[in-house]
């Protein structure tokens, strides 16, 4: 499968592409949730499990299940360091070996690495930080997210759009103030369901009876069955209380053509940020904008952050270079990403300590 490259669009037939773009979120939450979305789709349930099973091979699906909310389940960060060139590889792993880190890309800039680590609790997560700098010997920059103006990563990708959010309606946008010690406050049963889906749903025609399985056996230590009904029920609960932001195929924006992602970032007066976070967050080709805090003692002075994916890196710069003369005309720097070091769902290892 080659990615950037429209090879990808030559293996899915029209029943594949109404599944790919019409099913990154809305799966349905019941036992035998393929009935429904082969009735969508106009095939039987096996054959709707059976293709996505397929673009999941195929590196089209990059994950199936939930999308997990970080910041209000535990407490998350955006963080980086600058690693010399000819330490970068030993960098990169000592970082990718924490299960605490599910994304880390390679950046075109100083700040070379760029990783997420996402804990349980904010006291485990600068734990994981400490460690890093111990074991790297580099300082690290740490970013949590303080508001979240627009972050939507479900865009339609069977197209000849150049940006992700080209094809979508109007979007919700505002200003959502994040906490970085938020820690959900949940029954078992809904944290141990958690942990079950973290790492997605089972590719099974009966998914959530899977889980429920899977949480009995756990619990017992043998063999066994939890009633399906209380986790459908506790899924719809985490749905509700946003700790998971959305149920379906996760697509691999990569492989389907959107590799020329670019992260700026902007020096904004402080009060003008959410005025122009809103503003910005509601064009159709930015994909993610959100508020971080500057770091002025380590060199950072931006504090508004801008992700655009589009399919060619001389059309993200032309609406990078709009952005900056018609939405944000203030300092900013462009950060490519040039490699992809590690990307997984977050891990909640410690969420049912003391059950």
């Given at each position: 499968?080659?990615?950037?490259?429209?090879?990808?669009?030559?293996?899915?037939?029209?029943?594949?592409?109404?599944?790919?773009?019409?099913?990154?979120?809305?799966?349905?939450?019941?036992?035998?949730?393929?009935?429904?979305?082969?009735?969508?789709?106009?095939?039987?349930?096996?054959?709707?499990?059976?293709?996505?099973?397929?673009?999941?091979?195929?590196?089209?699906f990059r994950r199936f299940g939930a999308v997990l909310n970080p910041p209000v389940i535990g407490s998350?960060?955006?963080?980086?360091?600058?690693?010399?060139?000819e330490r970068f590889d030993e960098v990169a792993e000592i970082i990718n070996g924490y299960q605490q880190v599910n994304h880390n890309y390679a950046r075109d800039h100083e700040w070379n690495a760029w990783f997420v680590v996402t804990a349980a609790s904010r006291e485990r997560r600068d734990g994981i930080i400490a460690d890093i700098e111990a074991r790297t010997g580099l300082d690290v920059l740490v970013l949590p997210m303080l508001t979240d103006y627009y972050i939507d990563l479900e865009f339609p990708v069977v197209n000849g759009d150049r940006?992700?959010?080209?094809?979508?309606?109007?979007?919700?946008?505002?200003?959502?103030?994040?906490?970085?010690?938020?820690?959900?406050?949940?029954?078992?049963?809904?944290?141990?369901?958690?942990?079950?889906?973290?790492?997605?749903?089972?590719?099974?025609?009966?998914?959530?009876?899977?889980?429920?399985?899977?949480?009995?056996?756990?619990?017992?230590?043998?063999?066994?069955?939890?009633?399906?009904?209380?986790v459908l029920d506790s899924v719809e609960r985490l749905r509700a209380g946003g700790c998971i932001k959305r149920i379906g195929c996760v697509v691999n924006h990569l492989v389907t053509g959107f590799?020329?992602?670019?992260?700026?970032?902007?020096?904004?007066?402080?009060?003008?940020?959410d005025e122009r976070g809103v503003a910005a967050g509601q064009l159709p080709y930015v994909t993610l904008c959100y508020h971080r805090p500057?770091?002025?003692?380590?060199?950072?002075h931006y504090n508004l952050f801008t992700m655009i994916h589009g399919r060619e890196q001389a059309a993200v710069d032309g609406k990078v270079d709009e952005l900056a003369a018609e939405y944000l005309p203030f300092d900013?720097?462009?950060?490519?990403?040039?490699?992809?070091?590690k990307q997984t769902g977050a891990q909640y290892e410690n969420l049912v300590a003391g059950d």
């Amino acid at each position: 499968m080659s990615q950037g490259t429209g090879e990808w669009r030559t293996r899915v037939d029209e029943v594949d592409a109404q599944l790919i773009d019409g099913f990154q979120s809305g799966f349905p939450v019941r036992e035998r949730p393929f009935e429904t979305v082969g009735e969508t789709l106009g095939v039987s349930a096996d054959e709707a499990l059976d293709r996505v099973r397929h673009l999941y091979d195929a590196g089209i699906f990059r994950r199936f299940g939930a999308v997990l909310n970080p910041p209000v389940i535990g407490s998350s960060t955006l963080a980086a360091v600058r690693a010399p060139e000819e330490r970068f590889d030993e960098v990169a792993e000592i970082i990718n070996g924490y299960q605490q880190v599910n994304h880390n890309y390679a950046r075109d800039h100083e700040w070379n690495a760029w990783f997420v680590v996402t804990a349980a609790s904010r006291e485990r997560r600068d734990g994981i930080i400490a460690d890093i700098e111990a074991r790297t010997g580099l300082d690290v920059l740490v970013l949590p997210m303080l508001t979240d103006y627009y972050i939507d990563l479900e865009f339609p990708v069977v197209n000849g759009d150049r940006f992700a959010r080209e094809s979508l309606q109007e979007t919700d946008v505002d200003a959502t103030t994040i906490s970085e010690s938020a820690v959900a406050d949940l029954p078992a049963l809904d944290r141990r369901v958690l942990l079950e889906i973290q790492d997605g749903f089972p590719l099974s025609a009966t998914p959530y009876r899977d889980i429920a399985a899977a949480i009995a056996a756990e619990a017992n230590g043998t063999t066994g069955s939890t009633d399906v009904a209380a986790v459908l029920d506790s899924v719809e609960r985490l749905r509700a209380g946003g700790c998971i932001k959305r149920i379906g195929c996760v697509v691999n924006h990569l492989v389907t053509g959107f590799d020329a992602n670019c992260m700026v970032v902007w020096d904004v007066p402080d009060d003008e940020l959410d005025e122009r976070g809103v503003a910005a967050g509601q064009l159709p080709y930015v994909t993610l904008c959100y508020h971080r805090p500057r770091r002025p003692e380590q060199g950072w002075h931006y504090n508004l952050f801008t992700m655009i994916h589009g399919r060619e890196q001389a059309a993200v710069d032309g609406k990078v270079d709009e952005l900056a003369a018609e939405y944000l005309p203030f300092d900013h720097e462009r950060l490519y990403s040039t490699a992809t070091l590690k990307q997984t769902g977050a891990q909640y290892e410690n969420l049912v300590a003391g059950d």
